[in-house]
């Protein structure tokens, strides 16, 4: 889970200096690594994410999804994330 987290940390700061990049200076040396950076980043969330042992196919799918993919699945895998849904639902259900 810490490789997810850290690979989520690089994607996201990555994009963000790409689009800052983009939109002022246009250096060159930071389109030449950075891209690359961002690219083993969001291969490493997408694996990371596979890897990890309480992945459903839910978090899997989250992790492929560009820029959030990494949190996404990084908020599907909190542990009490599963159990606030599940007592959400449960209380829902005898309201009704």
Not at 13 to 38: D, Q, R
Not at 50 to 68: D, K
Not at 77 to 88: E, F, G, K, Q, S
């Amino acid at each position: 889970m810490r490789l997810l987290r850290v690979a989520t940390a690089v994607e996201t700061v990555s994009l963000a200096v790409l689009l800052a990049n983009l939109l002022t200076v246009h250096a060159e040396v930071i389109t030449t690594y950075g891209g690359p950076v961002h690219g083993v980043a969001y291969m490493t969330v997408i694996v990371a994410a596979s890897l990890s042992p309480s992945a459903t196919s839910a978090v899997r799918s989250r992790a492929f999804v560009p820029v959030i993919g990494g949190l996404l699945a990084l908020r599907a895998l909190r542990p009490h994330a599963h159990a606030h849904a599940h007592a959400h639902a449960h209380a829902h259900a005898q309201k009704g």
